[in-house]
Each structure stands twice: as C-alpha cells, then as structure tokens.
C-alpha cells in the first residue's frame, strides 16, 4: 500500500495548501525584509513546520521582541 | 552752587555714558540681525528655487507603487511557477515509491538541519554589518 493510499484527497489537499501557504508567506516576508526570499520560499515549500519556526527564530527574531 | 551744578553735569555725563554701553551691545546684535536678514534675502533671490509642483510629487509616489506592485507580482508568478514544479515532483514521487519521497524528504530535512547553523550565522553577520 502506497502512502496515497493512506491519505484521502482532502489530507492532500490540505497538505499542498499549507506547503504553498507557508512557502509564499515565507517568501513575501522574506523579501519585505531583504533575506534571501527565494530560499526561504522554495524551503517552505518543501516541508513544514521547520523552515517557520526557524526563520521566526533567525530573520524575524521572536525572542527579542519578547525581551523588549 | 557752581561746583554742585558741575558735579550734578558730570554725574549726567557719566549716567550717559553707562546707558551707551549698556545699549550698545543691544543695538549691535539689532544691527547684526538686519545685516543677516539682508544677506540672506540677498542669498535667496541669488539662487532661485524652484518648488517641485504638488502633482509632480504625486505622479512619483504613483509609478513607484506601480512599479513595486508589478515586480511583486512578477516575482509572486515565478514563485508559484516554481512551487508548482516543487509540488508536482513531490507528489510524483509520493504516487511513484513512497521510497523516493522518504529519501527526498530524509535528505531535505538533513540538509536544512545542516544549513540552519550556517544560515543563523550568516543573518547574524548581515544584521551585525547593517547595525554597525
């Protein structure tokens, strides 16, 4: 049995919208800020949540924010 | 008598004396005032300046959104030309081997996890360059 299998069409549905939400978030926000948008695009792309939560903690630095 | 009136006239003397001094300095900082107004009026009609109009300002806030919109545009097709070509290869090799897929997502997952370090020093560097 193939993963495809495993999954209904909606999963993937839901899959490939958050895959391409996060990559074109990741993209617009990126280059709004002049960091390398295409990699953080085409990383968002390929998974998630990883590429979020680490340019959250690198580009946008959360935890300093929190300091202030 | 005589000698009071010639002392009352020296005191006077003396009264006004004190009062130019004192005023001096006062009607030199007017006098100075006037000689800088006057020089800069001077200054002013020497090189004249023309005010850019109202409407010229406006037409160049309107072709720069224009412009930025039409790049962020661009940039957003080829960026979903390219998400379509990612996802469609992903979900080929999901419907091909889960095998492919696994690799392809073990040996992404290695690699972002490999570059996080590199790319956290890099921004560091970058944010530390524009601080400075």
């Known amino acids: 049995m193939t993963t495809q299998g495993q999954l209904p069409w909606e999963g993937w549905v839901l899959v490939i919208a958050i895959l391409l939400g996060q990559g074109t978030w990741l993209f617009l926000d990126a280059r709004k800020h002049s960091a390398w948008p295409w990699l953080w695009g085409i990383w968002g792309l390929i998974q998630a949540p990883i590429p979020t939560i680490v340019y959250l903690l690198t580009v946008r630095k959360i935890w300093k924010r929190k300091k202030r | ?132």
């Open chain 2, 1 to 132: 008598m005589s000698r009071d009136r010639t002392l009352g006239d020296d005191r006077k003397g003396l009264y006004s004396e004190t009062n130019s001094l004192q005023c001096d300095p006062i009607s030199r900082i007017e006098e100075f005032e006037v000689r800088l107004q006057s020089s800069l009026s001077q200054l002013d009609s020497t090189f004249a300046t023309s005010e850019p109009d109202f409407k010229w300002f406006e037409t160049l806030i309107h072709e720069t959104k224009h412009r930025e919109r039409s790049r962020l545009r661009r940039d957003l097709a080829l960026f979903w030309c390219a998400a379509v070509i990612i996802l469609s290869g992903w979900w080929m090799s999901i419907i091909q081997t889960a095998t492919v897929f696994l690799v392809v997502l073990l040996v992404a997952s290695i690699g972002s996890l490999l570059a996080s370090p590199i790319i956290v020093w890099i921004t560091m560097r970058q944010h530390r360059e524009t601080s400075a």
